[in-house]
């Protein structure tokens, strides 16, 4: 897909905030936190321009997408419930499916890396990703069901797409709708997040890739030590 096709801009004054949809585009900009999606075709819309509250803020990064992404509040954490942070999309769908929802983030290790997320008042699900170094865009998946995309049924009519913080120290840039199945371009990472995640350069894997059992100095003590950024000692139990 045409990224350039399909940016949603904005412009700014001091009373109000008007949307526009640039042209070959296909969902229009309403209001804060509102989109409507014209036709099942792949959709962007930018993280920063959702509806924040409760302490998500816009952070300016020149490597996410339109030079901006959110963050959660600093040094707070909420692994239990969603916190009190909320980033809203509102969203109108034209064409009813099966949908797929992918979001680009950047979680740089195994304790920075997750949101909650919620369609439509359905239950909150913790959605987890670590990237190290890079931006990477994934499907939404439960919790570390890396593999098993969710997939949502989408009537014709408005949507509701909410998150909350979770951990600290990740960002997210900005999601993708699509009834296609297919995959958004732009990750250009060598590694395979979160199996292997770019640090200081190399791709380093996880613990559980390399199958993986054990974690710890007491618990891997007389066993082979593996290599792995998300366990201070990982090893395999025989």
């Not at 949809?21 to 321009?49: H, K, M, P, Q």
């Not at 963050?71 to 916190?83: H, I, Q």
């Not at 960002?171 to 640090?199: E, I, K």
């Not at 350069?201 to 054990?214: A, E, I």
């Amino acid at each position: 897909m045409n990224l350039s096709r399909c940016f949603v801009g904005f412009t700014r004054s001091a009373a109000f905030m008007t949307f526009f949809a640039l042209e070959g585009c296909d969902a229009s900009r309403t209001s804060i936190g509102a989109f409507i999606v014209e036709a099942s075709t792949g959709f962007y819309f930018e993280a920063e321009n959702g509806q924040l509250t409760g302490g998500f803020t816009i952070a300016n990064d020149i490597t996410a997408s339109a030079g901006a992404c959110i963050e959660p509040p600093a040094g707070v954490t909420s692994n239990d419930e969603p916190g009190t942070a909320r980033a809203r999309y509102a969203f109108e769908v034209s064409t009813p499916g099966t949908y797929l929802v992918f979001s680009r983030i950047h979680a740089p290790d195994a304790m920075h890396n997750t949101f909650w997320m919620q369609l439509d008042g359905a239950p909150w699900f913790v959605w987890r990703m670590t990237t190290g170094e890079d931006w990477f865009c994934a499907p939404l998946h439960e919790n570390t069901n890396y593999g098993t995309p969710l997939t949502f049924d989408f009537a014709a009519g408005p949507h509701e797409l909410l998150v909350a913080n979770a951990a600290d120290g990740d960002w997210l840039d900005r999601f993708y709708l699509t009834a296609d199945g297919d995959t958004p371009p732009g990750n250009d990472t060598p590694c395979n997040p979160p199996h292997s995640v770019r640090m200081n350069g190399s791709c380093v894997p996880s613990c559980g890739s390399q199958r993986g059992n054990r974690c710890g100095v007491l618990a891997c003590k007389g066993l082979t030590i593996l290599p792995a950024y998300d366990c201070d000692v990982c090893c395999v139990a025989p």
